[in-house]
């Protein structure tokens, strides 16, 4: 897929952005080539990227078409897989630290399937805890949209274990963690 080359030094509207592989700055020579890109889908997928011919001094951002480069730079911590409800067995990575969960593509954690039960933004945050090892959700109560742990309503902070449900809307999605007490990424070298 060909894309057309622009003045990478004029103004770019944030939805222009969001259409485009990369964003380079200062570029005087681009070239094109598809590599494979991270993705929350299961099957590899190619995304067409502009690169520099001579990289030397010059920035630049990769990231697949869609998905923004500064919300997705951790390394995976989990998932969270849809059990039931629109998008039923996709999947969405959980990142270190604070992460925001809402139909909305800017949210960490988008679940952007269709339920449109979910708030579009800061529906709950899932938390990972590095040093503790540990997760969390935290519901949003300014929202009026429930979250429900295990078929409870989450009221308060809740600690996540392994295989919990959360529902929100129509959806109901299970936590599938990689760090916890047996790993973590600081353990790797």
């Known amino acids: 897929m060909k894309h057309p080359t622009r003045d990478p030094s004029g103004s770019i509207s944030r939805r222009d952005a969001a259409d485009e592989a990369t964003i380079i700055i200062g570029a005087e020579e681009i070239s094109q080539e598809t590599v494979f890109a991270p993705q929350t889908t299961p099957e590899p997928v190619k995304v067409p990227v502009q690169h520099l011919a001579s990289d030397a001094g010059h920035t630049r951002i990769l990231r697949p078409m869609g998905v923004e480069a500064d919300v997705r730079s951790d390394p995976v911590v989990g998932w969270l897989v849809v059990l039931n409800g629109p998008g039923k ?97 600081a353990e790797v070298k």
């Open 89 to 185: 067995g996709n999947f969405r990575p959980i990142f270190s630290g604070s992460n925001t969960i809402g139909r909305s593509s800017g949210q960490r954690i988008p679940i952007d399937f269709g339920d449109d039960a979910i708030s579009s933004e800061k529906q709950a945050f899932l938390v990972y805890d590095g040093r503790k090892r540990q997760y969390q959700l935290v519901p949003n109560l300014e929202r009026p949209n429930l979250v429900h742990l295990n078929d409870s309503a989450l009221l308060a902070n809740g600690e996540l274990k392994p295989h919990d449900k959360i529902t929100m809307g129509r959806t109901t999605l299970l936590f599938v963690p990689l760090c916890g007490p047996d790993f973590d990424w």
